[in-house]
């Protein structure tokens, strides 16, 4: 088993889960890409009996990123929605579910188009309104899951808020942690019960691997969670969770550079008539600014707004010539990477979405969604400049 170390959270990130192996003294732990283990007898082995089950490489990963979440155990998954599904698998038909009105497009639809099939219901509202929350909640209310910052509209929920509310009425309180990342936010800190993440985005950081996590400090919820994972199988492979791993090592001295530089855009992108609106929690206009500068924050305290922008360009005409007015910038899916992104949500992360939906919580075919990368700021400054002075 790993060892304990108490230490700060950038040591905790080189060393929890990644000792030396004890075999050969190699500093940084092998990658274990074995389907199989040799057995002694009938059921006697080492710990390990078959990858699907237990991998020393994953359970390595998994132990890391639950000592940066302060949350006792880790379970890893092949995706971000395979993370989430296995939370989801815990609910039955009947059951229901408080959410985030604005979540990840994958998430909406995987609730709506699939796990509706299973009479789960789901209720989205605006959380970041505590009064919402508690109206919503049923007597068939199981959960409250909600994501903050939310994507791509990025406004703040109340943690410590939804966490007390969860606890009142015995209902379990799910965040995804996605875009601020355990260096910037810790959920389980302000009372929540869960955490999952796409591992894809900071956690990687480096938009070469796929993956997702769930991590917890309720025991019977993560045995419960390794068993979904073990018996529906979508784990990652050995090789991703070490890249990961070698990734964590630098996650405090990127979501820096990705902070800083969001905040210096954001300051940016204010200040241009082309921009008809910036949402950005770092930016004092923000209407949950003071909320986002109390609970997201660095291991030593300092506030901290994330790496992601989004900016409301008027129109699709305008969206679409700005994408391709970047050069810096590459239009993708995806974010948290080193490298800097645009996304048009509304035809790509959230293009499942319904359009009266997404329009509802100000979601337009103008808005265009930035993930600010490690570039050189100035570099990234002149590419936003030169983008906006083609838009009309």
């Known amino acids: 088993m790993p060892r304990k170390i ?44 078959y990858s699907r089950a237990a991998n020393p490489t994953r359970q390595n990963l998994e132990a890391t990123i639950a000592s940066l979440e302060s949350a006792s155990r880790g ?24 959410l985030s009105e604005n979540v990840y497009g994958g998430t909406y639809r995987a609730l709506t188009q699939v796990f509706d099939r299973f009479g789960i219901g789901c209720s989205w509202i605006d959380t970041t309104r505590l009064d919402n929350v508690r109206g919503a ?24 808020g939804v966490a007390q509310i969860a606890r009142e009425r015995n209902l379990l309180s799910i965040v995804d942690n ?17 955490v999952y993440h796409s591992i894809t985005k900071y956690l990687a950081g480096h938009s070469d691997i796929i993956g997702g996590i769930v991590v917890t400090s309720n025991e019977e919820l993560a045995d419960d969670l390794a068993f979904t994972q073990k018996s529906l199988g ?39 008539q082309e921009v ?24 030593d305290g300092r506030p901290a707004y994330g790496g992601i922008i989004s ?51 100000g979601l337009t075919d103008g808005l265009v969604r930035l993930s600010v990368g490690i570039e050189d700021v100035r570099d990234l400054e002149a590419d936003l400049d030169q983008a906006l002075s083609g838009l009309k």
């Open 137 to 160: 909640i049923t007597s068939s209310t199981v959960a409250i899951l909600i994501e903050t910052p939310s994507n791509p509209m990025m406004s703040i929920t109340d943690l410590a």
């Open 276 to 299: 008809k609106q910036v949402f950005y929690p770092g930016l004092e206009s923000h209407p949950q600014h003071a909320l986002a500068t109390r609970q997201q924050t660095s291991p």
């Open 234 to 272: 979508a784990v990652p492979s050995p090789f991703d969770c070490w890249l990961t791993s070698r990734s964590l090592k630098t996650l405090g001295v990127r979501m820096e550079r990705h902070n800083a530089n969001a905040l210096r855009l954001a300051g940016f992108l204010v200040d241009r």
């Open 75 to 98: 379970v890893a998954f092949a995706s971000g929605m395979a993370a989430f599904s296995a939370i989801v698998t815990r609910f039955k038909s009947g059951d229901h579910l408080v």
């Open 178 to 194: 996605t875009f601020m990342s355990p260096y910037f936010q810790r959920p389980l800190e302000h009372g929540i019960d869960v």
């Open 6 to 49: 108490d230490h700060r959270f950038d040591t905790r990130a080189m060393h929890v889960g990644q000792e030396p192996d004890p075999a050969t003294g190699a500093v940084v732990p092998p990658i274990y890409l074995t389907s199989t283990f040799a057995q002694e007898d009938f059921g006697v082995h080492k710990g390990y009996d």
């Open 311 to 361: 900016i409301e360009t008027g129109s699709l005409d305008n969206a679409r010539r700005f994408a391709r007015g970047v050069k810096v910038f590459t239009l993708a899916e995806s974010l948290g990477g080193v490298e800097s992104l645009v996304n048009h949500p509304a035809t790509m992360t959230h293009g499942s979405v319904p359009r009266q939906k997404r329009e509802s919580f």
